[in-house]
């Protein structure tokens, strides 16, 4: 990460004018024991899915790469797919990526276990190509899943794959113009934004990341009121 000038996480607050602050602890309520159902179902899913073999991708896995990070979490980054590193090691962005989404995480007060981290594809795709819609379509039912049990206030796709794939957008679709928009995917705020690998490539992406994740925040603030079924845009 030592190639990233000027630092992120510095970069991110000089962008910022304040601290943000997150409540991120879900109130106790009546709820309380569905919570912790769902919990145990995650945790049941996880179990199950350590041994798919529903596409040929278990061919070629090292690791199953569920997901990880708080079960109750508000907030559920879902990228791509594993890579070398999230195969060798069975977790979700632990890589280059990963790293700048830490810092990413950093710069909005959060660290990796109080949210939850997932991908559209639970294996990696040999040579890191796309995930072909078969795989996908395997992989969704999983992914699914984990919304319903995790139930999260927000979902941020991170980059093209995610975002096209849940939106059921056509391939062309640029995530510049999904940006700055609040979907509903299963009755969850949905917002896109740009990989972290792309932030590698181009640091210009990295204002309009912020912006968007500005945006997060002010909805789990309650700042912007959002409704199920309805779409916003907001910048
Ligand atoms: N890129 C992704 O989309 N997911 C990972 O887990 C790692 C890199």
Redesign the pocket.
Known sequence: MSDLKPDLLTYFRQLSEEEPVLILNRTLSPETEVNNENVIRLSVLESKVQHCTLCELAKTRLNV?FGTGDPQARILFI?????A??DRQG?????R??KLLNRILKAMNLERHQVY?A??LKCRPPGNRDPNPDEAAACLPYLTQQIEFIQPDVIIA??K??ALKLLDMPPNTPVKSLRGRIFDYLGHPFVVTY???ALLRNPGFKAPLWEDMQMVMKLLAGEIEWKPDSEQTLL
Request: aromatic content about 4%; hydrophobic content about 45%; cysteine-free.
């Open positions: 790469v990228g791509e797919a594993p890579g590193d999230e977790e979700p962005f632990v890589g990526a990963g981290i991908n559209i991170l980059g794959v995610a990989h972290p690998a």
